[in-house]
């Protein structure tokens, strides 16, 4: 069962940019970030336990089974987390937006593509990052292996019930056993960031801000 995470630990991330995170992240010794490739299609921020699924081209490829299961038996909040190698075809589409809004998920991390992003923007704003849009099909496709083992997405190991966070620099895999250390780790950053930048600006000089809080 994937982990849950309390409301106040949702928020305080969502407060906290990706990028902070990732470097959070890199402290407590492991990577974080999934490849820039994988980048928002929808906007929005995405802060939510991850349910995994694994997908693969195949030829006895069928329809998507675990997908649509995890929509619509994950809890509230999930971040829908599909790992498919990259592949160029459309792994998610506006149906699949439809139940996850229905069953009022927080968005959806793809390692492949997604199609009917006008449908998606018009009517949901259902927060998205892949590969790519594009209108293929998975049908005839993709063969759908598993839910919620740990899956590699975006040259990141995500094990169901970490915490992914996404923004407009992409997203951020947060372990789970170190989401609490990341946040301690990550807000501390921010802090340091702005008292860093206000510095900058009142010294008219980018290099003594650095010299100071070493960090850039």
Same mark, same amino acid.
């Given at each position: 069962?994937?982990?849950?995470?309390?409301?106040?630990?949702?928020?305080?991330?969502?407060? #906290?940019?990706?990028?902070?995170?990732?470097?959070?992240?890199? @402290?407590v010794g492991v990577r974080g970030y999934l490849d820039?490739?994988?980048?928002?299609?929808?906007?929005?921020?995405?802060? =939510?336990?991850?349910?995994?699924?694994?997908?693969?081209?195949?030829?006895?490829?069928?329809?998507?089974?675990?997908?649509?299961?995890? #929509?619509?038996?994950?809890?509230?909040?999930?971040?829908?987390?599909?790992?498919?190698? %990259?592949?160029?075809?459309?792994?998610?589409? $506006?149906?699949?937006?439809?139940?996850?809004?229905? !069953? @009022?998920?927080? &968005?959806?991390?793809?390692?492949? &593509? *997604?199609?009917?992003?006008?449908?998606?923007?018009?009517?949901?704003?259902?927060?998205?990052?892949?590969?790519?849009?594009?209108?293929?099909?998975?049908? $005839?496709?993709?063969?759908?292996?598993?839910? !919620?083992?740990?899956? *590699?997405? $975006? %040259? *990141?190991?995500?094990?169901? =019930?970490?915490?992914? *966070?996404?923004?407009?620099? &992409?997203?951020?895999?947060?372990?789970?056993?170190?989401?609490?250390?990341?946040?301690? #780790?990550?807000?501390?950053?921010?802090?340091?960031?702005?008292? @860093?930048?206000?510095?900058?600006? @009142?010294? $008219?000089?980018?290099?003594?801000?650095?010299?100071?809080? !070493?960090?850039?």
């Amino acid at each position: 069962m994937p982990a849950t995470y309390p409301q106040d630990v949702l928020d305080a991330f969502r407060a #906290i940019t990706t990028a902070s995170i990732a470097d959070a992240v890199e @402290q407590v010794g492991v990577r974080g970030y999934l490849d820039g490739a994988i980048k928002p299609v929808i906007p929005g921020k995405i802060v =939510g336990p991850a349910v995994t699924v694994r997908e693969v081209p195949a030829e006895d490829a069928g329809a998507p089974t675990h997908a649509l299961q995890a #929509i619509d038996e994950a809890a509230p909040g999930s971040v829908i987390c599909i790992a498919a190698d %990259g592949a160029d075809v459309a792994v998610w589409g $506006g149906l699949m937006t439809a139940g996850a809004v229905a !069953n @009022q998920h927080a &968005g959806a991390i793809l390692d492949a &593509g *997604v199609r009917d992003v006008e449908e998606i923007q018009r009517d949901f704003g259902f927060p998205i990052q892949a590969r790519s849009a594009v209108p293929a099909t998975t049908l $005839g496709r993709i063969k759908t292996l598993s839910i !919620n083992e740990p899956v *590699v997405l $975006g %040259g *990141v190991t995500v094990e169901p =019930g970490d915490l992914i *966070v996404a923004d407009s620099d &992409g997203a951020v895999r947060v372990p789970a056993r170190h989401v609490d250390e990341v946040l301690r #780790i990550a807000t501390d950053i921010e802090e340091r960031e702005k008292e @860093q930048t206000k510095l900058i600006l @009142q010294a $008219g000089s980018l290099r003594e801000g650095l010299a100071k809080y !070493n960090r850039i």
